[in-house]
C-alpha cells in the first residue's frame, strides 16, 4: 500500500509594470482568469507543451496524457514584501515587458494610463531596469541585514565561507547587479543558493509585441535589450499577447496557418512556458504504461531515486533499481522489445543521474 504524499510544484512568478500583459500572459498560459488570492496575486497551473510526450503516447497508446506541469503566480503590483514573496516562493521569474506601448516616436504616456511610473522616456530597458533595481534593493537589505546579525553574534562559531560568499554578493547587488551574477566559486554558490535572493532566481525576460512589432520583428530598443540581458545571463523570448490571444481562438489547423502569416513557427505560448521550465534548470523524464503516458519534473543532476521520489515517497524509500532507455532510442525501435534486442534498455542504481528525455520505471519494495 502506497501513503499519500505530496510534492512541491516548480512555481513560476509573473511580475511586470502595470498593463505590460501579466495577466492576459497568465490566462493564456493556464487557461484560467486571474483571481486574486494571497497578496493580491493569482495563482494558476500551466502545462507545459512537448512534443515528446505527444510521441510517446502515439506508441503506448495510454488511457491518460499528462504534461508536466508549472506553477504560474501573477503578481499584480511590485512592492518589497511582493519582493520577499518571490524571493520564498518562486523557482524562476517571468519579467514581463510591454514593448507594445512603447512608442519611440510620441512621448511616453505619463499620464497615468499605462502606469509606467511616468517616466518620460520609458524604454523596454528602462522598464526592465527598474523592475530589476527594486528586486536588487530588496535582496541588498536582506544580505546586510544577514551580515549585521553575524558580526553581532561575533564570538559565536561562523562559517566564514558564508560571510566571504555574502560580501560577494552584497558587492553584486551593490552595482546594480543580479545576486546570481556574483563572482563565486561553486561551493559558495551552492551556500548561497540557500539564502532565496529573489536575484538569485534564473529569469526570463517576455517582451510584449504589437503585431505590427511581432511581424517585423523590430521595436524599438531591442538591441539594447538584448545586449542587457545577455551580460547579466538572462533569456529573452518575445511574443505578443494579442496574437496569442487570437491564436488561442482556433483550432490546431488553423493556427498553423495563422501564425504563418507572422513568421512564427508554434504559439509564442509554448516557447514561453519551455522557456521558464528550462531556466529554471528543469528536466522532464517520462513513465509509459497502459494507463498513463507522464511527464514528470526534476531538476538538472536529480538522481534515479530523486526523480522515484517524485512519483511517491515509497518508491524512494524502497528503490531497487531503475529500468531506462532513452525517447531517441524509442522513437528509433518503435517497441520496447525491439529496443531492448538492440542492447538500449538499461538497469541502474540509485545514483544514475536522469537524462532529459528519460523514459524510466522503478524497481522498489516497501
Ligand atoms: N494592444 C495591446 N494591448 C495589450 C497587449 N497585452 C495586453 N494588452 C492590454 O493591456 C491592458 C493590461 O493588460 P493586463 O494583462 O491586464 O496587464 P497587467 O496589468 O500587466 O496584468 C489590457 O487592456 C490588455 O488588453 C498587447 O500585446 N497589445
Ligand atoms: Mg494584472
Same mark, same amino acid.
Given at each position: 500500500m502506497l501513503h499519500r504524499c505530496r510534492i512541491r510544484r516548480m512555481n513560476i512568478a509573473i511580475i511586470g509594470?502595470? %498593463? $505590460?500583459g501579466k495577466s492576459s500572459l497568465f490566462s493564456l498560459l493556464t487557461g484560467i482568469e486571474p483571481r486574486n488570492g494571497k497578496n493580491g496575486c493569482a495563482e494558476g497551473i500551466a502545462r507545459v507543451p512537448d512534443e515528446r510526450v505527444d510521441a510517446l503516447s502515439g506508441l503506448f497508446n495510454p488511457r491518460k496524457t499528462t504534461y508536466a506541469q508549472i506553477g504560474l503566480t501573477d503578481h499584480p503590483g511590485y512592492s518589497p514584501s511582493t519582493c520577499r514573496s518571490i524571493a520564498k516562493n518562486a523557482d524562476a521569474l517571468l519579467f514581463v515587458i +510591454? /514593448?507594445?506601448?512603447?512608442?519611440? $516616436?510620441s512621448p511616453a504616456p &505619463?499620464? +497615468?494610463? $499605462? +502606469? $509606467?511610473? &511616468?517616466? /518620460? @522616456? @520609458?524604454t523596454v530597458v528602462s522598464e526592465y531596469d527598474d523592475l530589476l533595481t527594486d528586486m536588487v534593493l530588496g535582496d541588498l537589505q536582506q544580505v546586510e541585514g544577514t551580515l549585521e546579525r553575524m558580526s553581532r553574534a561575533r564570538g559565536k562559531p561562523q562559517r566564514t565561507g558564508d560571510i566571504e560568499a555574502l560580501e560577494a554578493v552584497r558587492r553584486a547587488l551593490s552595482d546594480g547587479t543580479p545576486a546570481r551574477a556574483a563572482n563565486l566559486d561553486p561551493e559558495a554558490r551552492s551556500l548561497m %543558493?540557500?539564502? +532565496?535572493? /529573489?536575484?538569485?532566481k534564473p529569469a526570463v525576460v517576455a517582451v510584449n509585441l504589437s503585431e505590427d512589432q511581432i511581424s517585423s520583428g523590430e521595436y524599438s530598443g531591442k538591441d539594447d535589450l538584448l545586449a542587457r540581458c545577455s551580460d547579466i545571463g538572462a533569456e529573452v523570448m518575445e511574443f505578443s499577447c494579442m496574437v496569442e490571444k487570437e491564436v488561442a481562438l482556433l483550432d490546431r489547423d488553423e493556427q498553423q496557418s495563422f501564425l504563418s502569416a507572422y513568421g !512564427? !513557427?508554434?504559439p509564442g505560448i509554448n516557447r514561453l512556458a519551455i522557456a521558464a521550465y528550462r531556466s529554471a534548470g528543469l528536466i522532464s523524464f517520462f513513465t509509459c504504461g497502459e494507463d498513463e503516458v507522464r511527464a514528470w519534473t526534476v531538476r538538472v543532476g536529480a538522481t534515479a531515486r530523486e526523480a522515484a521520489g517524485k512519483i511517491h515517497t515509497d518508491i524512494e524509500r524502497g528503490f531497487i533499481r531503475a529500468e531506462v532507455f532513452s525517447f531517441d532510442d524509442i522513437q528509433e525501435y518503435r517497441s520496447v522489445r525491439a529496443l531492448k534486442e538492440a542492447g538500449k534498455f538499461r538497469l541502474e542504481s540509485k545514483d544514475y543521474v536522469v537524462k532529459d528525455g528519460d523514459v524510466c520505471s522503478f524497481r522498489f519494495n516497501v
Open positions: 509594470m502595470q %498593463s $505590460s +510591454g /514593448a507594445f506601448s512603447i512608442d519611440p $516616436s &505619463g499620464q +497615468g494610463a $499605462s +502606469g $509606467s511610473r &511616468g517616466d /518620460a @522616456r @520609458r %543558493s540557500s539564502f +532565496g535572493f /529573489a536575484t538569485w !512564427l !513557427l508554434e
